[in-house]
């Protein structure tokens, strides 16, 4: 029941190892209560697992990225939550079961609890040391402990405690309970042992493979073993045992580890697939085998003592001769949503992180990736131009999209400087890209840079507009830039701008430019700047994305939920009121009057006045 997070998912993100839990009084699963937050709709794919744990009853448990999945194995049959149902965020790292059969969820927003009929919530403000929560296991005693980014904490059921860097731990994303009750902890500075009073660590210098810790699974032999980025180390208590790609083991990146009854380890790690060790040989199985994807985020054995897979592609289940893997009914490619658009057909497409850009009709979903003709899967942003075509910025490359087929435009990694944000088509159909080394400009011949020699405000360049005039906005780390075609004029705090750090720009139906900055909102009628922060109503000074909708209304991403400013005041949504995710970066309005928001969590739809 560990987690941890790093860099094989496509937001940086590891996911949870998960270990048998005593049985006990089985939770009765329920169809999530789609009536909870009304006007609000959450599209996840479920399949990216980062966590699974079976309930006492036989169910599985899938929790990842886009919320928890409750599985009937014997049916095939499921039931899926998100924030809309009463989970406190849709990113899941670590699912577990307590002795009396309550289920606890470790999320990006806190950690919940459901007991098969009403969902409970712990945050900060509750106790809980840190809201990103990566790790959860139950000690013996009954108390749970959750592993954060900023320290681990011990919830007895009434009170919380808090363990931090003034006691040897900053950070912890995988914990087990060891029989003989000590805790152990997998952190990025070694493996973390805690006897109640006192804490230690173990490193490289006593014998650990490597420093960073994503798993920890005690064997039936009372061993413990430690999956790292340099192999899987098993301890005695007394000596130190490591084991490498060398060995038999399918790669040295260990993300999940489980026990099984007769004593069979498993391993999954990050591209090799995962490894069978009964002590004395190894075997490694993949895709090739049956297993959904070679990335194996979590293990669990089930009551039957067969394993079962997280991964990257749903859940995978081996019986010792045969494979099968269970997904989920999702169409959204990647939860990681980083750009949404919508066609002049009313139709959304999503550029997300890893897997490509998947376009909705409202009724079904289909994903492009490189296999379709894309540049790149990891897709940054999505434009639509005056001729109703589609422009999408990927690593690789601009690809255009004309309802037929794709053609790629690619520009060389010296060209964006390893970043790239946004794009945006001219009134004469050419497209603009923001990069870390300036504007790029395809002419439809070739692509031509500007930056801070032509007169451009800075060279990071994460916003781009074009004005009803036809001018082109950029945001950039050095302010504000305009350009008609000849000349640029740049704004900067010395004009109003709230800060220099410009993420986001549009333009309101009143026709004034907003600006998303670090430092808040800034509003320009074309003669002064105005400025909105936290003291005026915001949520979040940092504004990622901006849209502005036809009743005037402005609406806004931040790394604390959607804020809507109506020209008196602000509101804020978050995933209390069914928002899939806190961190928004990406708006868009529909024609329907629709607010679609790209998060870390999925793509969420909110229809006002429902």
């Not at 749903?314 to 959204?332: E, I, K």
Request: hydrophobic share 40%.
């Amino acid at each position: 029941m560990a987690g941890r997070r790093g860099v094989v998912e496509g937001n940086g993100k590891l996911g949870p190892v998960n270990t048998p839990v005593p049985t006990a009084t089985p939770v009765t699963a329920v169809t999530p209560n789609l009536e909870r937050h009304p006007g609000w709709t959450t599209y996840s794919n479920a399949n990216i697992v980062r966590s699974i744990a079976f309930d006492h009853a036989g169910r599985l448990w899938a929790g990842g990225t886009g919320g928890v999945v409750c599985w009937d194995v014997a049916s095939g049959s499921y039931s899926k939550y998100t924030t809309v149902d009463g989970l406190v965020d849709t990113v899941v790292n670590a699912v577990a079961v307590a002795p009396d059969g309550t289920l606890w969820f470790g999320t990006d927003g806190g950690v919940s609890r459901f007991d098969g009929q009403a969902w409970q919530t712990y945050t900060a403000k509750d106790g809980l040391v840190s809201d990103q929560v990566l790790a959860i296991a139950v000690a013996p005693d009954g108390a749970l402990w959750f592993g954060t980014t900023s320290g681990v904490s011990r919830f007895d059921g009434q009170s919380w405690h808090t363990y931090a860097s003034d006691n040897g731990i900053s950070s912890a994303g995988a914990i087990v309970a060891a029989p003989d009750g000590m805790l152990w902890f997998g952190t990025g500075t070694g493996a973390v042992r805690f006897d109640g009073q006192n804490w230690q660590t173990f490193t490289t210098a006593d014998g650990l493979a490597d420093l960073n810790v994503h798993a920890v699974a005690v064997a039936p032999d009372g061993a413990l073993w430690f999956g790292t980025d340099g192999g899987v180390s098993r301890f005695d208590g007394l000596a130190w045992r490591t084991y490498t790609a060398a060995d038999g083991l399918a790669g040295n990146q260990v993300f999940s580890i489980a026990a099984a009854p007769d004593g069979t380890l498993w391993f999954g790690t990050g591209l090799g697939g995962v490894s069978r060790f009964d002590g004395q040989t190894w075997q490694t199985y993949t895709t090739a085998d049956g297993l959904a994807k070679d990335t194996v985020l979590s293990i669990a054995v089930a009551p039957d003592g067969s394993p079962w897979f997280g991964t990257r592609g749903g859940v995978s289940h081996f019986d010792g001769q045969t494979w099968q893997t269970y997904t989920t009914d999702d169409r959204l490619a990647d939860n990681n949503v980083l750009s949404i658009a919508v066609a002049p057909d009313g139709a959304l497409w999503f550029g997300t992180g890893d897997n490509g850009v998947s376009r909705f009709d409202g009724q079904a979903w289909h994903t492009y990736t490189t296999a379709d003709g894309l540049a790149d899967n990891s897709v940054h942003a999505i434009a639509v131009a005056p001729d109703g075509t589609l422009w999408v910025a990927t690593w690789n490359g601009a690809s255009h999209f004309d309802g037929q087929a794709w053609q790629t435009y690619p520009f060389a990694q010296e060209q964006i400087g390893n970043d790239l944000h946004v794009i945006a088509v001219a009134p004469d159909n050419t497209p603009w890209v923001g990069t870390g080394r300036g504007a790029l400009h395809f002419d439809g011949q070739a692509w031509q840079t500007y930056t801070m020699e032509d007169g451009l405000a800075g060279n990071t360049v994460r916003a781009i507009v074009v004005a009803p005039d036809g001018a082109l906005w950029f945001g950039t780390d050095g302010g504000t830039s305009r350009f008609d075609g000849q000349t640029w004029r740049t704004y900067t705090t010395a004009d109003g701008l709230a800060d220099e750090r410009v993420f986001s720009i549009a333009v309101a139906s009143d026709a004034a430019l907003w600006c998303g900055t670090a430092g808040g909102a800034s509003r320009f009628d074309g003669q002064t700047w105005r400025t909105y922060t936290t003291a005026d109503g915001l949520a979040h000074n940092a504004v990622l994305s901006i849209a502005a909708a036809p009743d005037g209304t402005l609406w806004c991403g931040t790394w604390a939920g959607v804020l809507r400013f109506d020209g008196q005041a602000w509101h804020t949504y978050t995933t209390a009121e069914g928002l899939a995710d806190n961190h928004v970066q990406a708006v868009a309005v529909a024609p329907d009057g629709a607010l679609w928001f790209g998060t870390w969590g999925g793509a969420s739809r909110y229809l006002p006045n429902m």
